[in-house]
């Protein structure tokens, strides 16, 4: 998913990560699939998506110890 439909990356601080994401139906739908299977795998992430203009707003955060997870997640949407 990452691969077609990321579009940009920002970090707002450490525990902070925002993806903004093709806006189209499936996308969303493929994102919402994910995040949920990734909630029940990993309690500690909290994922909020909001609509800007034609593009879906994925945020991702979790505890401040949990950083350095969110490092790697930077990561491998970047790949």
Do not use: K, N, Y
């Not at 525990?15 to 969303?28: C, I, K, Q, S, T």
């Not at 995040?35 to 991702?60: H, K």
């Amino acid at each position: 998913m990452f691969a077609d439909a990321l579009r940009g990356l920002q970090r707002l601080d450490s525990a902070h990560l925002r993806l903004r994401l093709d806006g189209a139906a499936e996308v969303e739908s493929t994102a919402r699939d994910l995040t949920s299977r990734e909630t029940s795998c990993c309690s500690f992430f909290t994922f909020t998506f909001g609509p800007t203009g034609e593009d879906l707003i994925l945020d991702v955060q979790v505890p401040p110890a949990h950083a350095a997870v969110l490092d790697g997640l930077a990561a491998r949407t970047m790949t």
